[in-house]
C-alpha cells in the first residue's frame, strides 16, 4: 500500500517527503482554505515541486461544463495533478469525459461500493471511499474500502482505490490489511505510525549503555 499526505500544507509535506514514504498529495478546498488566502493554483504547484507523484486537486464549481473547463485548467497546471470529482451524476459525466481526453481523475466523497462500480466503468484513475466520515455516522467505514477492493478483484479495473477520511494509525493498518492501494492521511497520523514508546526508550537506554564503553571504541 502506498502512503499519501491529506494535506496542503507544504511544510508537513516536505517533512512527509524527507521520510520517503509519501509518493502522493490529495487536497481537498477544506484543506486549500487551511492555508488562508494563498491562491489555489500557486498551493498545487507548490505542492507538485516538493513531491513527485500525483497531486489531487478538486474541483469547486457545479455543473458539467463549469467542472469540465476548471478540470482541464487544474490538469493544465502540472503534470502530475489529479482532478478531484464528487461522486455525483454531474461527476460520473465529467469523469467519463476526462477520461477519454486523458485527464486523470480521483473520484472523492465515495460513501457506497455502487458509487466505486460507477467510478471504475468512468475511467476513473482513483476513488476515494471515505471510512471516517462513515465511521462518524455510526457506519464502518473500512468495510465500505473492503466492499470495493473486493469488488474489484472479480474485474480488471485499472482504478486504484485511495483509503480517505483516515484519522488514526489504526484506520492506516486497517487499510493496508484489506488490500487498499493507497491510504490518503494526515501528516499528523503518519507521526503517530513511527511512534512508540519502547522504541523511544529502547533507543534512548542503548544511547546510554555504549556512553559506557565509547572511549574503547572508535566509531
Ligand atoms: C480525501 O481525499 C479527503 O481530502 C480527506 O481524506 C477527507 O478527510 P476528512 O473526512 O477527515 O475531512
Not at 486523470?104 to 461500493?113: A, D
Request: aromatic share 6%.
Amino acid at each position: 500500500m502506498r502512503i499519501f499526505l491529506d494535506t496542503a500544507n507544504t511544510d508537513e509535506l516536505r517533512q512527509g517527503v524527507k521520510w520517503g514514504v509519501v509518493s502522493g498529495v490529495t487536497t481537498n478546498p477544506t484543506l486549500i482554505a487551511q492555508e488562508g488566502n494563498k491562491e489555489y493554483q500557486s498551493v498545487v504547484q507548490d505542492i507538485c515541486a516538493i513531491v513527485n507523484g500525483p497531486v489531487s486537486a478538486e474541483v469547486v464549481v457545479e455543473g458539467v461544463e463549469a467542472m469540465l473547463e476548471q478540470a482541464r485548467t487544474l490538469a493544465s497546471w502540472h503534470h502530475n495533478v489529479v482532478v478531484k470529482i464528487p461522486a455525483t451524476p454531474e461527476g460520473l459525466e465529467v469523469t467519463s469525459i476526462l477520461a477519454k481526453e486523458g485527464i486523470k481523475v480521483n473520484l472523492t466523497l465515495c460513501f457506497s461500493p455502487n458509487q466505486a462500480l460507477l467510478a471504475a466503468l468512468a475511467g476513473a484513475t482513483y476513488v476515494s471511499p471515505f471510512v471516517g466520515r462513515l465511521d462518524d455516522i455510526g457506519q464502518d467505514g473500512m468495510l465500505l474500502v473492503k466492499s470495493i477492493i473486493e469488488m474489484f478483484k472479480y474485474y480488471s479495473y485499472s482504478t486504484k482505490v485511495i483509503a480517505a477520511s483516515i484519522r488514526h494509525p489504526m484506520h492506516c493498518l486497517a487499510a493496508s490489511q484489506v488490500g487498499a492501494d493507497i491510504a490518503t492521511i494526515p501528516f499528523k497520523v503518519l507521526k503517530q505510525m513511527i511512534k512508540h514508546p519502547l522504541t523511544e526508550d529502547g533507543n534512548a537506554r542503548f544511547l546510554s549503555d555504549w556512553q559506557r564503553v565509547s572511549g574503547k571504541n572508535n566509531l
